[in-house]
């Protein structure tokens, strides 16, 4: 019996692996090749480097706030900016300032550019930690916060370049992912040619993947007028040949992935 069961599962198995290779020969790829990710050549040279500019670093604050603290630690914020702002001597510039609107409540995203790689981080740090009203501020801000969270990110450099959105109020969607180790290169090859297919409406904001922190990570950030607005650009690159085939090789590449919806503070650089 167990003999003959063994027998039939083996020709069973012939049988798949005879029907995918026709498929193959036919020159047309199986719907199964999809689900399996590619194997990654070895190279001599960082996935970072062949991904983005590595002199330009972005970091991401992550801050939990105390439900009853929000007006106080955006005021401490703000005037932590300004003084930021004011220190022309350091490489820091406020890309982008949100709060959550949908998705992990009473949490603000900061989003800073340093140009000059980790020097410039180096040399930025350096200069507040020596600055008495900083410091200031970052223990009066320890009051309003629950925890707390850093990445160093580096831009795809297949994504739009930044541009702040100065007319008019917009949401800003930010869908953060975390891939299976060794998958970067992949997700990137196939995303550099699947943001053609969201450039219609202007809504690429920026592409992150993470360099120092929770590792694997990417962050692609969209800006839209409305949340209407947000479901029709949706549904419109569904609607483009192409858009879905780079979703069917991306999906299998992603471990977790969720979606936050943002609304830019009084400070943010970008409305």
């Known amino acids: ?36 990710v590619r194997k990654i050549e070895p190279t001599k040279e960082p996935h970072s480097r062949m991904l983005s500019d590595k002199e330009v670093i972005y970091a991401l604050h992550t801050h939990n706030v105390r439900p009853d603290s929000i007006s106080k630690y955006l005021a401490n914020y703000k005037t932590s900016v300004e003084l930021i ?22 949490q603000c995203l900061h989003l800073w550019r340093y140009t000059g790689g980790f020097e410039a981080i180096d040399q930025a740090k350096d200069n507040l930690w020596n600055d008495p009203e900083y410091l200031r501020l970052m223990k009066e801000r320890g009051n309003y916060l ?16 930044i541009q702040a959105r100065t007319n008019d109020k917009h949401i800003y969607e930010m869908r953060s992912y975390r891939l299976k180790p060794g998958t970067m290169i992949e997700w990137g090859n196939n995303w550099a040619r699947a943001i053609n297919y969201r450039r219609n409406n202007d809504e690429p904001f920026a592409g992150f993947f993470s360099q120092i922190g929770r590792l694997y990570n990417v962050h692609h950030i969209w800006c839209y007028k409305s949340l209407q607005a947000r479901k029709e650009t949706r549904e419109a690159a569904w609607r483009s040949p192409g858009w879905d085939e780079c979703v069917a090789y991306t999906v299998p590449l992603i471990r977790e992935m969720h979606c936050r919806i943002l609304a830019p503070t009084e400070f943010s650089p970008t409305k």
């Not at 702002?85 to 009473?106: F, H, P, Q, R, Y």
Request: glycine share 2%; proline share 1%; charged share 20%.
């Open 85 to 106: 702002n004011a220190k022309k001597e350091i490489s820091c510039e406020l890309v982008a300032s949100w709060t959550v609107s949908v998705g992990d409540m009473d």
């Open 1 to 36: 019996m167990a003999i003959s069961r063994a027998k039939s599962l083996i020709l069973t198995s012939s049988r798949a692996l005879s029907t995918t290779s026709s498929v193959w020969r036919d020159g047309s790829e199986s719907w199964i090749s999809k689900l399996l």
């Open 146 to 161: 629950r925890s707390r969270h850093l990445q160093y990110l580096l831009a795809f450099s297949y994504w739009p370049q």
